[in-house]
């Protein structure tokens, strides 16, 4: 779901301070537009791709310099990485020695590698990104005990680190 307009991104929500989708106060991106539909999901509202709001990139980087009490910026959904090439021009527009990000998605580390390309922009997303929890939410696994993630089928990943040498890298919040 590419929007015409590279400098905009289509939504479902933002949430300015959470400290439930990553360590300290994170703004929070909550995508449009999934094609996972997992079983449980906690954001159904974010399946339909016409759903959201289209928004300028650079209005939300505006909101988060705003706030200096932010840790990180979270990138949640839907899935990320539909509209991959928007999310990561968001993400290399925030202060990166500042922030860190995290971002949240149904496809597997391994696959997103396999798959990018120029045109879907999974690379570039890729590189922007601190920490990757990859997986579908499966909730036959639910855990309520896993720090940022919903199933334990879900992995938190070193993605810069991951990426350099080949192999997944856990991290352990």
Known sequence: ???????????????????????????????????????????????????GNITNISDIVED??????????TISGGEPFI???QV?????QI?????????????LFEDLLKDANEE???QELLNQTDILIDGKFEEELMN????FRGS???????CKESMESGNVILHEF
């Open 1 to 51: 779901m590419e929007n015409k307009e590279d400098n905009t991104l289509r939504i479902s929500g933002i949430v300015k301070e959470s400290t439930v989708d990553g360590p300290g106060f994170r703004y929070v991106v909550f995508t449009q537009g999934c094609p996972h539909h997992c079983k449980g999901c906690h954001n159904p509202q974010t399946h339909s791709y016409n759903g």
């Open 64 to 73: 988060i310099k705003k706030n200096p009490l932010l840790k990180g910026v």
């Open 83 to 85: 509209q991959a090439k």
């Open 88 to 92: 990561a021009k968001l993400l290399s």
């Open 95 to 107: 202060n990166r020695e500042k922030l860190s990000t995290i971002v949240y998605t149904g496809y």
């Open 120 to 122: 879907n922009g999974y």
């Open 144 to 147: 309520e005990h896993l720090l």
């Open 152 to 158: 334990s089928n879900q992995r938190s990943i070193k």
